[in-house]
């Protein structure tokens, strides 16, 4: 025990500079992350705002099983889970088709170029993406509606109607994200092994098959990773986009769980019950997260732990 002792302090000597460092990002996990989980305990009891949260009576699972009576309850989750389970499904592979793609492009003016245009939507807040998107597709003076109007085809009110909900919410972020979320994949195949395309290369191997037996196989452990993320994630689906479209029209497929939060927790001041609702939905995903995360070591080798 006391070498270990010696090891650490000699380690903080030699690194000092390192440690200090992570000192920054290591208290805004305490402070924003760890620390707020403690009011998770309102959860559990008729919260009153003069009472605070420890002198709140205690209710157990009162607020949880309320949720469960709920008749928007199998609503809620459906909506979440469809719309998660869709841009997660809809969204993954595009990157990595994009960075396959720019890593095949010798031409630099036109990869910078490629990579400019899909990267910058992402620094573009949501407000302003929604917005582009409400005024693209509205009814009346929306390009959409003009282009399909010249083939005689009457107008479409999209964001009145639930069933185009889902299309419009991820298409629009996997428009705004994916020139991002392909610098991950870029990075990894800038690590492959020159090596092995000129072993390729040798065997007589075409571009095509190079991508698949030696691009595909060295970002996989990448991949692996963010998709065991977006699994973790997959009833954590962002509130903003899908408050800013929401609207009474489109209601029952816009309606998830975070929305609902919101709305319970803020407007509705029930602080308890959206909290308990909030709990679920973590619980849930840290749920799925282990389950992908042992499935993904047991098929793949490669996991977060």
Not at 84 to 110: D, H, K
Not at 179 to 189: F, I, N, Q, R, T
Not at 227 to 247: C, D, R, Y
Not at 278 to 303: H, P, Q, T
Request: glycine share 6%; proline share 4%; net charge neutral.
């Amino acid at each position: 025990m006391s070498s270990l002792k010696q090891d650490a302090i000699r380690s903080f000597r030699r690194r000092w500079q390192l440690y200090l460092l992570i000192l920054i990002p290591l208290a805004y996990f305490v402070v924003f992350k760890y620390v707020p989980m403690v009011n998770a305990v309102i959860a559990f009891k008729d919260y009153s705002v003069i009472d605070g949260i420890w002198g709140s009576p205690w209710v157990g699972l009162k607020h949880f099983l309320a949720f469960f009576d709920n008749p928007v309850f199998w609503t809620l989750v459906r909506n979440t889970f469809l719309l998660s389970a869709y841009f997660l499904i809809a969204s993954f592979p595009i990157p990595i088709i994009l960075a396959l793609a720019l890593n095949e492009v010798r031409q630099g003016l036109f990869k910078r170029t490629v990579q400019m245009v899909t990267y910058a939507p992402y620094f573009i807040s949501t407000v302003v993406i929604v917005s582009m998107t409400i005024l693209i597709l509205s009814p009346s003076i929306g390009l959409v509606n003009d282009a399909i109007g010249l083939f005689g085809i009457s107008s479409i009110d999209f964001l009145g109607d639930p069933d185009y909900f889902r299309h419009i919410y991820v298409w629009s972020d996997i428009w705004q994200t994916a020139g991002y979320s392909a610098v991950v994949y870029m990075a990894a195949l800038s690590g492959i092994d020159p090596g092995l395309y000129e072993a390729a290369r040798v065997d007589g191997a075409n571009r095509l098959q190079k991508i698949i037996h030696v691009d595909l196989p060295g970002i996989m452990p990448t991949a692996a990773i963010v998709l065991i993320l977006g699994v973790g994630n997959i009833m954590a689906i962002g509130f903003e986009k899908a408050f800013l479209l929401q609207n009474p029209l489109n209601l029952s497929q816009s309606e998830i769980i975070a929305t609902y939060v919101y709305k319970t927790g803020l407007l509705n001041a029930d602080f308890s019950q959206a909290t308990a609702v909030g709990l679920f939905n973590s619980v849930v995903n840290l749920g799925l997260l282990v389950a992908v995360n042992f499935v993904a070591k047991r098929v793949s080798g490669s996991g977060l732990w």
